[in-house]
């Protein structure tokens, strides 16, 4: 439905997005904001170091959103989503999407390491895997987030044998960790206090 090309350019104080859909209509609409309080999110306060935080930080954003098939351009010209205030709820409903997201793999991770430890341990102990956490990281070695997750594991194991045993004792231990884990690990990227998530 969106077309992929995206133009962003900046000056000293305002960056500009030209972006492209193939249609911006009563349905399309929601989408395309959300798309947008997204991507500004991100350009507003860029995590990196270097000629990002140069072109990007706290600059003004102006979006025009180019219709394809109506052949028009709207401006998107907020403010509202630059303030602190506002930028922390919508960093912590974004964590919340990022988790409820996540948390749909849970069974299937817990699945695979069960898996693996009862079905491969002799053949991976030959390959010299010190645990099946080990393994399942290198399975995901492009999620960063679950890489990290199975090494966190691993090493927890390695701390405390009977811990990671109570972990993966159940589905339901092994899914309150690994909530637990990714919760810790959005609050992190996403730059937040401890004291803005004090109602979850």
């Not at 500004?40 to 990196?48: A, G, H, V, W, Y």
Request: proline share 2%.
């Amino acid at each position: 439905m969106f077309s992929k090309f995206e133009f962003i350019g900046n000056n000293d104080d305002t960056i500009f997005i030209l972006h492209l859909v193939t249609d911006y209509s009563k349905i399309s609409y929601w989408d395309v904001q959300i798309e947008l309080l997204l991507k500004r999110f991100l350009l507003f306060d860029p995590n990196d170091k270097g000629t990002d935080i140069k072109k990007f930080f706290n600059k003004k954003i102006k979006v025009y959103v180019i219709s394809l098939k109506q052949k028009t351009h709207h401006l998107i010209d907020w403010d509202w989503d630059s303030l602190p205030d506002n930028r922390k709820v919508i960093a912590i409903e974004i964590k919340k999407a990022i988790i409820a997201h996540l948390m749909t793999y849970s069974k299937q991770l817990y699945t695979l390491v069960t898996f693996i430890k009862e079905h491969k341990k002799d053949e991976l102990k030959d390959k010299n895997y010190p645990s099946p956490y080990v393994y399942a990281s290198e399975l995901y070695k492009d999620t960063e987030c679950i890489r990290f997750f199975f090494k966190e594991l691993h090493n927890l194991h390695k701390k405390d044998i009977n811990e990671g045993r109570r972990i993966l004792s159940s589905y339901e231990s092994f899914s309150d960790y690994y909530h637990d884990s990714m919760d810790d690990l959005c609050h992190d990227f996403l730059m937040l206090d401890e004291s803005d998530d004090l109602w979850d």
